[in-house]
């Protein structure tokens, strides 16, 4: 029987660079699971019912790039790449899946996520968006104007902006007419938090 691309290869890695008994490191887990899951219905390349030769066509597709992005928003390019290199010793005898991880295994040495290049910013904030997201599900990202907003709640919303060299963080808080204590309570949890 040959080696599962998701079961043999993956989870193992995976299991290895992310601490799932941390919550959020539960959350990104699951969230690749579910995407390469996904990948490996839509494909075929599963070999319990599947075609192992099928994993090529999933390499080469946009769906691929997606995942490339979604490892390095969480900073775990690295670790794609030795999921890709035991795929590679794993599947040397199938010609076009070797050469299929040669080249995504080249792109993705050559191409370092870390390199600050133009996509540096597009990058930072999808970062950003990511780590917020797993907190606060009410967030809304505008990549044009480079703009990020969370609803905290209980009346809090926060407005990040991104400009070339800096951010800026603007708090709004909604009060109800008479809610003075409101008001002054954050205001001094601002206060604490710069200090």
Known sequence: MSI????H???????KVIDARRSEHAKILDEIRKIIHDCEEKYGFSIYGGEVEKLAV????SDFDHLVKVFDSY???DALVKILEDALEAYRN???VSKAIESKISMLKSNKAVRRNKDYLKRSIGELV????LKYPNIESDPVKKEVRVELGEGRL???KFYRKRVVVNMIIKLEEGDASLLSRELQR???CSG
């Open 4 to 7: 599962d691309f998701t079961r």
């Open 9 to 15: 290869i993956v989870n193992p890695v995976l299991s």
């Open 58 to 61: 999933f390499l080469m597709s």
């Open 75 to 77: 900073g775990l390019r």
């Open 94 to 96: 199938y010609t076009e």
């Open 130 to 133: 990511n780590s917020l997201r």
């Open 158 to 160: 926060a407005k990040i």
């Open 190 to 192: 601002i206060l604490e």
